[in-house]
């Protein structure tokens, strides 16, 4: 059998094997379920919908509910205006919510729906019915899956609430703005309390730390309490400062951009603040925007973090790793790595990003005598076919890669989304000093289980 080519840069890609990214209106979803009071509403079929609700219930262990427009044949010929204004007056109807989300799929930007001319209509419509349900706001984005991955349709929905809602009207005092990109809740949990620490407000958008990660209720609750308040967003343009994670953030998909053109917030763009280095970065930018020193909570936490460094370097030194999954997150990873002694020999991405090279590079170079092989726009085929050849000790990254490492019989530490094979995905930390403690104890625990699981004497003191 004829093995498929590696895709470059000179080659057409042709089919995709095993993809390591999702689709572009799934990430706007999740944008918008860390709004107070959202409904997500996909301007699509209902397959759609049903799918993404699937994948996300799976990895976040939280009900979720997706509105759809439900095309079918019929609107692939006539368009399907009429089915997206019945379906965002059933949405009111049904969920008395604060906003609606509606992202466009590859169905209605193929046949070329002109979305925000469909919803300005429903607004000029409808406007009794808004009224009547509270005049909650509608945000839209352009979210084709063959335009981008789950990433790029996340960042595109964060942008456009903010290019839609946001003002400087609304003041709102001693705030900052944070966009932590796509985290986990427990992550964005942790980062709050850092940001309370500094004396100063955060607003954090979009905040899934309950909507994602709720209580057990009583009762059913058709749209979850938590999310950024709207209120706050509509005062994003009076925040002292905005802080947004992402090297590979693209300006054209920034959110603080927004800010910092249209109402003068200065903007700070981080990396994912995960080791020792991006976390003392993130802490330096809270002491410049509060005028402040570190709390000594998290000092403490930092020393007790290097200290860890000391006693878990005999375990790992020198070992391998594969890093795949979200840009950023395999950016941080790679930087996290290089500090613990751990060479990461491939960084891959499913999502095409021409700042991820650029990126990976910038956090390696200047530690490593060699920078690793880095690959975008790739599927797990590819990654196979990269990584069999460098002997990996680990990979890191989400569940898909568990064929990789059975077939290799090395461990693979779970990170990133999605994460369907294990329990707990929505409360993994792996943000500060204290997030890196706990991946730091998660990695060195792992390689010595693979090292005690494979030995013939079955040791138990390493």
Excluded at 219 to 226: D, R
Excluded at 255 to 283: C, H, K, Y
Aim: aromatic share 8%; net charge negative.
């Amino acid at each position: 059998m004829k093995s498929k080519p590696l895709k470059t840069e000179k080659e057409p890609y042709v089919a995709t094997t095993d993809s390591c990214k999702q689709c572009a209106p799934l990430g706007a979803c999740l944008a918008f379920k860390g709004v107070e009071g959202s409904v997500p509403f996909l301007h699509g079929s209902q397959g759609c919908a049903t799918y993404m609700r699937r994948y996300v219930i799976s990895h976040f262990r939280e009900p979720l509910d997706i509105a759809s427009s439900s095309l079918g044949e019929k609107h692939a010929i006539y368009g399907g205006g009429p089915n997206l204004k019945l379906g965002l007056k059933n949405v009111m109807a049904k969920y008395h919510c604060g906003l609606i989300g509606v992202a466009t799929t590859c169905l209605t930007e193929t046949i070329g729906d002109d979305t925000p001319r469909l919803v300005k209509e429903f607004r000029n419509e409808f406007a009794d019915e808004l009224e009547c349900h509270g005049n909650p706001s509608i945000v839209n984005v352009s979210t084709p899956s063959y335009a981008g991955s789950h990433v790029d349709g996340f960042h595109s929905a964060v942008r456009a609430i903010v290019d839609q809602l946001a003002s400087n009207v609304q003041a709102v005092e001693n705030t900052l703005n944070l966009f932590p990109g796509f985290v986990s809740p427990a992550d964005i949990r942790y980062l709050k309390e850092i940001v309370h620490d500094f004396g100063i407000n955060p607003v954090v958008l979009p905040d899934i730390s309950e909507t994602l990660d709720g209580p057990a209720a009583a009762e059913y609750e058709k749209i979850p309490s938590g999310g950024t308040p709207i209120a706050s967003i509509k005062g994003m343009g009076t925040a002292l400062s905005s802080i947004e994670f992402g090297r590979c953030l693209a300006n054209s998909m920034s959110a603080a951009n927004v800010l910092e053109d249209r109402f003068n917030v200065r903007s700070r763009r981080l990396g994912t603040p995960i080791g020792l280095r991006e976390t003392d970065i993130f802490m330096d930018a809270l002491e410049e925007v509060t005028c402040r020193e570190t709390p000594v909570k998290y000092e403490l936490e930092r020393g007790r973090l290097v200290d860890s460094y000391v006693d878990g370097h005999k375990y790992i030194s020198g070992k391998k790793a594969v890093i795949y999954g979200d840009p950023d997150m395999v950016v941080a990873l790679a930087s996290f790595l290089t500090e613990i002694g751990i060479k990461p020999v491939l960084c891959a991405t499913g999502a095409k990003s021409q700042l991820f090279k650029t990126a990976i590079k910038a956090v390696t170079e200047e530690i490593l005598d060699e920078i690793p092989k880095i690959l975008d726009d790739v599927d797990f085929y590819d990654i196979e076919e990269t990584a069999e050849e460098l002997k990996p000790d680990v990979l890191i990254g989400s569940s898909k890669g568990y064929k990789l490492s059975r077939k290799w019989n090395i461990p693979l530490i779970r990170l990133g989304f999605p994460i369907h094979d294990r329990f707990g995905a929505q409360r993994i930390c792996q943000l500060g000093y204290k997030g890196t403690q706990d991946l730091f104890d998660m990695i060195v625990n792992a390689v010595i289980q693979a090292k005690q699981d494979r030995s013939p004497i079955g040791y138990t003191y390493i």
